[in-house]
């Protein structure tokens, strides 16, 4: 049985920190991303990890802020999000891949055969 389970967000002010961690069970890991998706927008593709080799990939948004890692042995994703903004504000959502190629590859949503839940964000101004 697959599972995504999603652990760490909340609340936080301006200019705060959060790790998200998700814990992926099931199926052999390619890629781990993450996506969030704000109140009337579409989802958008955060950041991704390559579990062979590390290689990450960041939107612009969160490069210089957001650092994605992960722990093979355990089949966990992190995401520490520094310099938290108010337009972080989002439910982020991890997402795992059995196969991948490159930063364009890991961006789609649609590339992303499984889901967590989701768990929410929210930085207050």
């Known amino acids: 049985q697959v599972q995504l389970v999603e652990f760490g967000g909340g609340l936080v002010q301006t200019g705060g920190s959060l790790r998200l961690s998700c814990a992926a069970s099931?199926?052999?890991?390619?890629?781990m991303g993450w996506f969030r998706q704000a109140p009337g927008k579409e989802r958008e593709f955060v950041a991704a990890?390559?579990?062979?080799?590390?290689?990450?990939f960041y939107a612009d948004s969160v490069k210089g802020r957001f650092t994605i890692s992960g722990d093979n042995a355990k089949n966990t994703v992190y995401l520490q999000m520094n310099s938290l903004k108010p337009e972080d504000t989002a439910v982020y959502y991890c997402?795992?891949?059995?196969?991948?190629?490159?930063?364009?590859?890991?961006?789609?949503?649609?590339?992303?055969?499984?889901w967590g839940q989701g768990t929410q964000v929210t930085v207050s101004s």
């Open positions: 990890i390559r579990w062979s080799n590390g290689d990450t």
């Open positions: 099931g199926f052999s890991v390619y890629a």
């Open positions: 997402a795992g891949t059995r196969d991948g190629s490159g930063f364009y590859y890991f961006a789609r949503s649609d590339n992303y055969h499984y």
